[in-house]
């Protein structure tokens, strides 16, 4: 009995020994847990830069849609999809026959165009200027002589109204009387033989037939005279002296036209001349720049080295459809089109450094360069931004039109500047202030800072620290976090 209440007692003492020292262990936990808990950094010098995030799409720096710009029939299609060709080749022509006519025949233009400028601007030799001066004579020759046929033709006309003369009409019984005579004569050697038998073969039946004839040939033509012209005589009149007065002008043309030609050898092309001549010539270059135009649109060259995306044509098809024939893209060189927000935009200016960071290629680091900034902003969404162009900086990146990619430029970079993590600044959003806990006599003290240069890991200390000072990062205490695991408190 003894031993069990010694055993009872013993097991009572250590009960409140164990009581006073769990109430000693919980009192001392709960005043480490008042106690605040929290790390310290010290303030360091170093560089910043500042940075503006926005994400995109690696895009080829040109991509043209190529069509024909001559109707016609398509003799050659010499790429594919997937071929990669050098600036300058040729993609695909059209038939040419006809336009390589109309060019040499254009050409041909040209120089005649331009040896009449030489001729007109060339001094006229000794050769030219006597030959112009003969010229000038054959043509006053021919002037006289075409009005001595006009005086012929009047003078014909005025005879033939005035009838016959006294000549004339003495002329014409003269005739009469000699064929009457002769007619006689023929008819005294016929009476003579006329009893032959074989009268109609002698000489003298002849004789007598033609003087019968002579005779009556002189009389119709003694009344023809006396009767005067008809209608058709005097047209006819009329008609030569017409022609002669024709033959008279164009003589008289003709001699002007010598003498004109003479002047313009003495005293050379005038200005109108010469300017006409001119612009013939550009005329005729201009024909020929049009045919080499027209030549040239019936051929599709690559404007610069790239990858044929598409080809929509095919031989013996006629062009001119909605689709473009090639589409080529340039490889070479890459760019990206991102929006960035108002706010940030602010900070961002042509020149600035970017670093890009590839989704494909993240063991890569890459570099651009912004190039342009959208002076028009885009609604996105409720969102205003602009696009700002960047160009990687060349590399044997293995890039690939459509990849996405985010691009960080850096818009400000300070060097040997007081930096200071972000966690360890504290924002007060309604007043626009920040501040740190200073570490003061081994104890945190509440400290307002004026910031410069932040990005998403430091920002730079304009006033309020100094080098050598230590700042806190204070965390909840053990109590609260205590209370915020089992009631779900902050």
Excluded: C
Excluded at 44 to 53: E, F, L, M, N, P
Excluded at 75 to 82: N, R
Excluded at 428 to 454: C, S, W
């Amino acid at each position: 009995m003894r031993r069990i209440l010694i055993t009872l007692f013993i097991l009572a003492v250590l009960g409140i020994g164990g009581w006073f020292g769990y109430q000693q262990y919980q009192q001392r936990r709960a005043e480490q847990a008042a106690l605040p808990t929290y790390e310290t950094v010290p303030v360091q010098r170093g560089s910043i830069a500042s940075t503006v995030s926005a994400i995109g799409n690696i895009e080829p720096e040109a991509q043209v849609s190529l069509t024909f710009r001559t109707v016609g029939r398509i003799e050659q299609v010499l790429i594919s999809p997937g071929q990669t060709v050098a600036a300058g080749q040729v993609l695909a022509a059209l038939e040419s026959t006809e336009l390589t006519l109309a060019l040499a025949q254009a050409k041909i233009s040209q120089e005649i165009s331009e040896a009449q400028l030489t001729k007109v601007t060339t001094p006229p030799s000794a050769e030219d200027i006597a030959a112009a001066q003969a010229a000038v004579v054959v043509a006053q020759t021919n002037v006289a002589s075409a009005e001595a046929t006009l005086a012929s033709a009047q003078a014909s006309y005025r005879q033939l109204l005035a009838g016959p003369s006294e000549a004339q009409q003495t002329v014409n019984l003269a005739q009469v009387r000699q064929a009457e005579a002769n007619l006689k004569q023929a008819q005294q050697a016929y009476n003579e033989v006329k009893n032959q038998p074989n009268i109609g073969m002698l000489p003298q039946s002849a004789q007598l037939e033609q003087a019968t004839v002579a005779f009556e040939v002189a009389r119709a033509q003694a009344a023809l005279t006396e009767e005067g012209p008809d209608q058709a005589q005097i047209a006819g009149a009329l008609n030569q002296i017409a022609q002669a007065q024709s033959g008279l002008r164009q003589a008289q043309s003709s001699v002007i036209t010598a003498q004109n030609n003479l002047k313009t050898l003495l005293e050379g092309p005038n200005a109108e001349d010469l300017r006409i001549a001119q612009a013939q010539v550009r005329q005729a270059e201009l024909n020929a720049l049009q045919a080499q135009f027209s030549l040239t649109n019936g051929q599709l060259v690559a404007p610069f080295r790239g990858v044929v995306s598409q080809v929509n044509i095919r031989q013996g098809e006629v062009s001119g459809g909605q689709l473009a024939a090639v589409v080529l893209t340039n490889v070479d060189q890459f760019h990206m089109t991102v929006l960035v927000d108002e706010i940030d935009v602010r900070q961002v200016a042509v020149g600035q450094l970017a670093r890009l960071s590839v989704d494909a290629l993240p063991d890569r680091d890459l570099t651009g360069r912004v190039t342009e900034i959208s002076p028009v902003a885009n609604d996105v969404a409720g969102v205003i931004a602009y696009e700002v162009t960047v160009v990687p900086d060349a590399s044997d990146a293995p890039l690939r039109a459509g990849m996405s990619a985010t691009a960080i430029i850096t818009t400000a970079q300070v060097d040997n500047v007081v930096l200071l993590p972000n966690r360890y600044i504290q924002l007060d959003r309604e007043n626009d202030q920040a501040f740190v806990y200073r570490m003061v006599n081994g104890a945190p003290a509440l400290q307002a800072v004026e910031l410069g240069l932040r990005n998403e890991r430091e920002s730079q200390i304009l006033a309020g620290l100094t080098d050598g000072d230590s700042v806190a990062l204070i965390t909840a205490s053990s109590g609260e976090r205590l209370r915020g695991a089992l009631f779900g408190g902050d």
